[in-house]
């Protein structure tokens, strides 16, 4: 696979696999096909945190 793809394309897919907890070659080739090497992780990681309100999710005092 490292034929394939440059020396930062692979090292930046490790990376993010790494941040995933989870280091297998589907993970890491999945990366590599869907180009998600290209994209920052810092930005990914803001939008994760952003809760979703919507009426149909219910919160945590639902189930105290």
Do not use: F, P
Request: proline content about 0%; hydrophobic content about 40%; glycine content about 4%.
């Amino acid at each position: 696979m490292a034929k394939k793809v440059t020396y930062e394309r692979m090292e930046r897919a490790c990376e993010r696999a790494l941040g995933y907890n989870s280091l297998s070659y589907t993970l890491i080739k999945s990366i590599l096909d869907r180009e998600l090497d290209r994209l920052d992780l810092h930005d990914e990681a803001i939008v994760d945190s952003v809760i979703i309100q919507h009426e149909n999710i219910r919160g945590a005092t639902l189930y105290q």
